[in-house]
């Protein structure tokens, strides 16, 4: 101020700010290229901080089946009501370890989320800690699997279907790979071959001395056929015991593909009652012939002598 109490000039103070305006200039970019990048991305992709969702793409706010607003409007920690409450305390806890920069935490996991029509979405979950705007957030990235949990299901009930059929069939079931090597056996091949399935598994078929020495060069020639894809019927064969006796079979057998490899899978019916039945038929039938044959003798015989022609 001048003697009359005028301004005549102004006193300030400068201070450089480039480093600071770049770097802000550096986050803004980083944080642009960042948004650009997850809005075209197929994942879904989220940056939770202070249990709030700083960040949600388009791709994840649909798997909740809420819009960006409505979740970006969420209360912190409201993000946990829409994670299964079954899967829920430890998906909270691994996002909360996140959010404050620990170690001791697990980066890939799958868990359920429940949309905003109650419908269970199955999530493949890659989080990790990062820097955002200068704190510590999580950033976590999802993959829709339910398509491929609800396969992997049905697959799992149809082998449980097939291990009961298995374990419990009457017949006995023996799984050889295409070198002739046995891999598995149910229970009731041990009961009929007298073998313990330990015995026999990862030895060759042939080698086992089950098939009755009068049938190897059949079910050899068989075996070949039917590796090769030709079509082959069910024969009855003999078959040895471990303890030497021996009891009539049939085996049928078909192609497997188990995990892109090429199975044939064995299955015997000990039928030897219906084959001893049969022998019995063909006994009687033998017999009724040979009686029959003795009548004709005996008539022709009669009537040669009588010189009289009967009739039979």
Same mark, same amino acid.
């Given at each position: 101020?001048?003697?009359?109490?005028?301004?005549?000039?102004?006193? +300030?103070?400068?201070?450089?700010?480039?480093?600071?305006?770049?770097?802000? =200039?550096?986050?803004?970019?980083?944080?642009?290229?960042?948004?650009?990048?997850?809005?075209?991305?197929?994942?879904?992709?989220?940056?939770?901080?202070?249990?709030?969702?700083?960040?949600?793409?388009?791709?994840?706010?649909?798997? #909740?089946?809420?819009?960006?607003?409505?979740?970006? @409007?969420?209360?912190?920690?409201?993000?946990?009501?829409?994670?299964?409450?079954?899967?829920?305390?430890?998906?909270?806890?691994?996002?909360?370890?996140?959010?404050? +920069?620990? @170690?001791?935490? $697990?980066?890939?996991?799958?868990?359920?989320?429940?949309?905003?029509?109650?419908?269970?979405?199955?999530?493949?979950?890659?989080?990790?800690?990062?820097?955002? /705007?200068?704190? @510590? %957030?999580?950033?976590? #990235?999802?993959?829709?699997?339910?398509? /491929?949990?609800?396969?992997?299901?049905?697959?799992?009930?149809?082998?449980?279907?097939?291990?009961?059929?298995?374990?419990?069939?009457?017949?006995? &079931?023996?799984?050889?790979?295409?070198?002739?090597?046995?891999?598995? +056996?149910?229970?009731? #091949?041990?009961?009929?071959?007298?073998?313990?399935?330990?015995?026999?598994?990862?030895? $060759?078929?042939?080698?086992?001395?089950?098939?009755?020495?009068?049938?190897?060069?059949?079910?050899?020639?068989?075996?070949?056929?039917?590796?090769?894809?030709?079509?082959?019927?069910?024969?009855?064969? =003999?078959? =040895? /015991?471990?303890?030497? #006796?021996?009891?009539?079979?049939?085996?049928?057998?078909?192609?497997?593909?188990? $995990?892109?490899?090429?199975?044939?899978? %064995?299955?015997?019916?000990?039928?030897?009652?219906?084959?001893?039945?049969?022998?019995?038929?063909?006994?009687?039938?033998?017999?009724?012939?040979?009686?029959? =044959?003795?009548?004709?003798?005996?008539?022709?015989? &009669?009537?040669?002598?009588?010189?009289?022609?009967?009739?039979?």
């Amino acid at each position: 101020l001048d003697k009359e109490g005028n301004p005549f000039g102004i006193e +300030g103070t400068f201070i450089d700010i480039t480093e600071k305006y770049n770097l802000e =200039q550096n986050l803004r970019e980083s944080e642009e290229k960042f948004r650009s990048i997850a809005e075209q991305s197929l994942l879904g992709i989220c940056v939770i901080q202070d249990d709030l969702v700083k960040y949600i793409n388009k791709q994840f706010a649909d798997l #909740t089946g809420y819009t960006v607003e409505e979740v970006k @409007n969420w209360e912190p920690g409201w993000f946990a009501n829409i994670i299964h409450p079954d899967d829920r305390s430890w998906v909270i806890e691994q996002g909360k370890k996140k959010q404050l +920069g620990l @170690n001791d935490v $697990r980066n890939y996991y799958q868990y359920r989320l429940i949309n905003k029509s109650k419908k269970i979405i199955w999530l493949d979950n890659f989080s990790k800690t990062i820097l955002f /705007r200068g704190r @510590n %957030a999580n950033l976590v #990235t999802v993959v829709n699997i339910t398509e /491929r949990k609800i396969t992997e299901q049905k697959l799992k009930e149809s082998e449980r279907k097939y291990r009961n059929i298995y374990e419990n069939t009457p017949f006995s &079931v023996v799984l050889i790979n295409s070198q002739g090597v046995v891999v598995e +056996g149910n229970p009731k #091949t041990e009961v009929m071959f007298g073998y313990k399935i330990d015995e026999i598994i990862g030895k $060759r078929f042939m080698d086992l001395s089950i098939i009755h020495p009068d049938y190897l060069s059949t079910i050899l020639a068989l075996f070949k056929k039917f590796v090769k894809g030709e079509k082959v019927h069910r024969i009855d064969i =003999q078959i =040895q /015991r471990k303890d030497g #006796t021996v009891f009539w079979a049939n085996l049928q057998a078909a192609l497997m593909k188990i $995990r892109d490899e090429t199975y044939v899978q %064995a299955l015997f019916t000990d039928i030897t009652k219906k084959k001893e039945a049969e022998f019995l038929v063909d006994e009687e039938l033998k017999k009724l012939k040979e009686l029959d =044959q003795l009548r004709k003798n005996l008539i022709s015989r &009669v009537s040669h002598e009588l010189k009289t022609p009967l009739v039979s």
